[in-house]
């Protein structure tokens, strides 16, 4: 289903990859090792981004908080906002509309 939205998707999808590429232990979030993590090119990393974003926005509109390494993904409908929170930090947010 996903969260509901005005912006085009192309750059909510941009905008959400760049956010969750933030995190930096994500790779958690694929059971992955720190060593598998950094093996990886660039270009592959941007990959396993991006089909986490789009995995992400899907899923958020069915389960509002996903946690991704040590970072919470956080959907507020009220605001229309995708937020990342790492601890008490706010580490990143998309906007929706």
Known sequence: ???KHGRDYSEILNDLTEAV???SDG???FEMEPEEWQGLPQESKLEVWEALA???FFALGNEPVIEVGSAV???NKDTHRINILLGEE???????V
């Open 1 to 3: 289903m996903g969260v």
């Open 21 to 23: 590429g933030r995190i």
């Open 27 to 29: 790779y958690v979030f």
């Open 54 to 56: 789009e995995d992400l």
């Open 73 to 75: 993904v956080i959907y």
């Open 90 to 96: 706010d580490l990143a947010s998309v906007v929706l």
